[in-house]
């Protein structure tokens, strides 16, 4: 062994040799970069409204500290080579190495929007609608995410592999029933949704637009009610991920956010849970024409509608039966059935028109219990 070598690395990298063929390898910046995202956590705490200049403090350690991932990043690069000059089979170590350098891009990437965001003129940016012909939605692959949809509890851990778990935690809470439904996720998505297409300036009623697909109803004063309800929800949960391998817990809130005004607010950086749903593949990208269904828009019908996508569309359930849906959606009078057996309809007619699916019936089985029949494409 290379014992000039070795010293440097473990100098530099904080890489800490057991033996000749093993190295550990731990980011040093993984602490950095959380207490900078605390700094700005306290900033929003403390900020009832948007103000120029209230994140220059912060802005220039965030400067500094992509200064020093730029600068660390080269001695990464460069032990890659020198890993391998003293052992070839070493590739542990590499892999770690190689997940650091890819999650000093995504950190870099997030400040360096960051500071474009609040370096910029905000007042004239908040009227768009993103135009996108496909988006990401969740895969709920967990066992326990599945067994408890359509919800995602609070305080309860989801093992989503053998390596990782999460746990989404409210602040300042005790209240152990607190869930996120369809239409939390539907709103969570559509804040992502915006802030990749450039638009961190979001107006709640644009964004009710864009939920609404087609309809072009006016937007009335309880949707916007209940879309700030919502998002103040998300704006107060935080996302806990566990990695068994690097024996690290990463916490994030669900959204970074400030208000601007009683009519829009400032979203400041991309949620983390879809970085994390796309690095352990956990997403599909579906057509967005999908969730264009020619319906009212209501929570409930939302939520129907969302419920429907994820059982049919994302997971190609082909039989289910309405009580199953009844029960999920806490669906009880006969009305609200009829209702809802009205909407189902509606909406699959429009994916059988538009070739979401091939065809689909009514049938009953022996209990004489309805079900739906899918025939996919």
Known sequence: MNNSISKSLKKNLYISNLNKDIFIYEDIFFDKKNKLLLLLEEILDTCENYSFGIFNDLRKKLIEFIDELNTYDNLLRNSIDEIYKLNNSNTSTIEFITHSLQNHKSWKDNIEKFIFIIDNDISNIKNRIPSTNSIYRMKYHSNGINNDFPYIYCYKTYIINNNLSVTL??????????????????????????YINGIFRLSYIVINKYIASNNKKIVTDNQISLLKKTIKKLENIDILVS???????????????LEIDNESFLILKKSYIYDFLKENNLYIKLDNNISMCPISITKNNIILREYLINKIIINNKIKIYFEEIYIHLGITSIQQKKKNREIIIRILDYWKKFGYIDDYSINFNYDNYPYIKIKKI
């Open 243 to 257: 990695d068994n391998i690097s024996n690290k817990t990463h916490k994030e809130r669900l959204i970074y956010m």
């Open 169 to 194: 935690l409210p602040k300042n809470s005790v209240n152990f029933e607190i869930k996120l439904d369809l239409f939390d996720i539907l709103i969570l998505r559509t804040i992502f949704v915006f």
